[in-house]
């Protein structure tokens, strides 16, 4: 073992190294074992060093939730340990029980393994006790993301160039879903344009191969709960997602009445961001959502967690709720240029911060599974006679 001060003068070596970072505005602490800075981009950030030894007790302590780590100190302690920052040792004797590493502090705590996300004390320490955490969905488990605008509406690149960024993810498919008409701002697309913009995609899959484009919209629920485009027209899409872009402020009861008539409407499939809270600027609208998630379960509409970093939409405790009620989700990220693709992983995480797992999230499924999760269009639900046999059919 090293003597101490040479420890130290590791830990100083070290230390001098980080506040060498340019980045750095404000050097706000610089103690024995700790340095805080503040950066130019306005974050603090706290760097802590100690032994190996005490790596996994420090990540915890460190992580939190407050909350989380009060129930496991207070378990530790009725099995005859004390947990702090450095290690979980015996209260008589102070023998080291575990602290290299979090998982080795949870086993012998008696429960699974608790991923950070989930350190929120909402059941989270039964569910470990009782061996029933969920595996929470991971970003290498998407395979297609389902909102996303090209130059036909808001976006900045086109059909062929999203397709070929999201072909160089790994993706097997993405739904191009430009908005309709309602969102003039955005120069959404009415009947005719959208029709249009199907043949587009469909001749787009020619010339980006390897990668299923599908034909989607993101169709606008009105203020009455219909929508701003014609069923005939919804028909001819592959995917169709329905969002609220307009009247925000109805009261609870209109605003719960025009999210179940859009949910009633058989072509929908997904609701797109469905609180349109925008994160530290627009709070979520105010509806029912208990109704909201039971009507969407029921007619097997899936509903969206919006990965773009202002929405986060639906977020944790709601998607918490659609798990609780079996329902299907999908995390899209509503790009509107290909660099945005990278977003999915902030969905991804808010969707484990809901408990989601892979089994829970339809664009985790391949292709032609996810196709048949989606609700299925009138015409295939009810198929036609045969006597009825028609070529345009
Ligand atoms: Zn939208």
């Given at each position: 073992?090293?003597?101490?001060?040479?420890?130290?003068?590791?830990?100083?070596?070290?230390?001098?190294?980080?506040?060498?970072?340019?980045?750095?505005?404000?050097?706000?602490?610089?103690?024995?074992?700790?340095?805080?800075?503040?950066?130019?981009?306005?974050?603090?950030?706290?760097?802590?060093?100690?032994?190996?030894?005490?790596?996994?007790?420090?990540?915890?302590?460190?992580?939190?939730?407050?909350?989380?780590?009060?129930?496991?100190?207070?378990?530790?302690?009725?099995?005859?340990?004390?947990?702090?920052?450095?290690?979980?040792?015996?209260?008589?004797?102070?023998?080291?029980?575990?602290?290299?590493?979090?998982?080795?502090?949870?086993?012998?705590?008696?429960?699974?393994?608790?991923?950070?996300?989930?350190?929120?004390?909402?059941?989270?320490?039964?569910?470990?006790?009782?061996?029933?955490?969920?595996?929470?969905?991971?970003?290498?488990?998407?395979?297609?993301?389902?909102?996303?605008?090209?130059?036909?509406?808001?976006?900045?690149?086109?059909?062929?160039?999203?397709?070929?960024?999201?072909?160089?993810?790994?993706?097997?498919?993405i739904a191009l879903t430009d908005h309709s008409k309602?969102?003039?701002?955005?120069?959404?697309?009415?009947?005719?344009?959208?029709?249009?913009?199907?043949?587009?995609?469909?001749?787009?899959?020619?010339?980006?191969?390897?990668?299923r484009l599908l034909a989607g919209i993101e169709v606008?629920?009105?203020?009455?709960?219909?929508?701003?485009?014609?069923?005939?027209?919804?028909?001819?899409?592959?995917?169709?997602?329905?969002?609220?872009?307009?009247?925000?402020?109805?009261?609870?009861?209109?605003?719960?009445?025009?999210?179940?008539?859009?949910?009633?409407?058989?072509?929908?499939?997904?609701?797109?961001?469905?609180?349109?809270?925008?994160?530290?600027?627009?709070?979520?609208?105010?509806?029912?959502?208990?109704?909201?998630?039971?009507?969407?379960?029921?007619?097997?509409?899936?509903?969206?967690?919006?990965?773009?970093?202002?929405?986060?939409?639906?977020?944790?405790?709601?998607?918490?709720?659609?798990?609780?009620?079996?329902?299907?989700?999908?995390?899209?990220?509503?790009?509107?240029?290909?660099?945005?693709?990278?977003?999915?992983?902030?969905?991804?995480?808010?969707?484990?911060?809901?408990?989601?797992?892979?089994?829970?999230?339809?664009?985790?499924?391949?292709?032609?599974?996810?196709?048949?999760?989606?609700?299925?269009?009138?015409?295939?639900?009810?198929?036609?006679?045969?006597?009825?046999?028609?070529?345009?059919?």
């Amino acid at each position: 073992m090293r003597p101490g001060h040479d420890k130290q003068k590791n830990v100083d070596a070290v230390a001098e190294h980080i506040l060498k970072y340019p980045g750095i505005d404000q050097t706000l602490a610089h103690g024995e074992n700790k340095v805080s800075v503040l950066l130019g981009s306005g974050f603090q950030v706290d760097v802590r060093m100690l032994a190996k030894e005490n790596f996994g007790a420090a990540l915890l302590y460190f992580t939190g939730s407050k909350s989380h780590n009060v129930a496991l100190r207070g378990r530790a302690l009725d099995m005859g340990w004390t947990l702090n920052e450095y290690a979980m040792t015996t209260l008589k004797g102070g023998k080291v029980v575990a602290g290299k590493s979090e998982e080795e502090i949870y086993a012998k705590l008696g429960l699974d393994y608790i991923e950070p996300e989930l350190r929120e004390m909402t059941g989270e320490i039964e569910a470990a006790e009782n061996k029933k955490m969920p595996k929470l969905v991971k970003l290498q488990d998407i395979r297609g993301d389902l909102q996303m605008h090209t130059t036909a509406s808001d976006g900045r690149n086109s059909i062929e160039e999203m397709g070929e960024a999201a072909k160089a993810l790994g993706y097997e498919y993405i739904a191009l879903t430009d908005h309709s008409k309602a969102v003039t701002v955005a120069n959404g697309m009415d009947e005719k344009r959208t029709l249009a913009q199907i043949k587009k995609i469909r001749a787009a899959q020619e010339r980006v191969p390897g990668i299923r484009l599908l034909a989607g919209i993101e169709v606008d629920i009105l203020k009455n709960g219909s929508l701003d485009l014609s069923n005939e027209v919804l028909a001819q899409l592959d995917v169709v997602v329905a969002s609220v872009h307009s009247y925000m402020q109805l009261d609870r009861d209109a605003m719960t009445d025009r999210v179940l008539a859009a949910i009633e409407n058989p072509y929908v499939q997904i609701i797109a961001h469905p609180t349109g809270r925008l994160v530290l600027r627009r709070d979520a609208f105010d509806y029912d959502m208990e109704k909201v998630l039971d009507a969407a379960k029921k007619n097997g509409v899936a509903v969206e967690c919006n990965a773009y970093p202002d929405r986060l939409d639906l977020k944790d405790i709601h998607l918490r709720m659609a798990k609780q009620r079996g329902m299907k989700v999908v995390i899209s990220t509503d790009a509107h240029n290909t660099t945005h693709f990278r977003f999915m992983k902030y969905g991804v995480i808010t969707a484990r911060r809901g408990w989601l797992e892979k089994k829970d999230v339809i664009n985790t499924l391949p292709l032609a599974e996810f196709l048949a999760a989606l609700r299925p269009k009138p015409s295939a639900a009810v198929p036609k006679p045969k006597a009825a046999k028609s070529k345009s059919a």
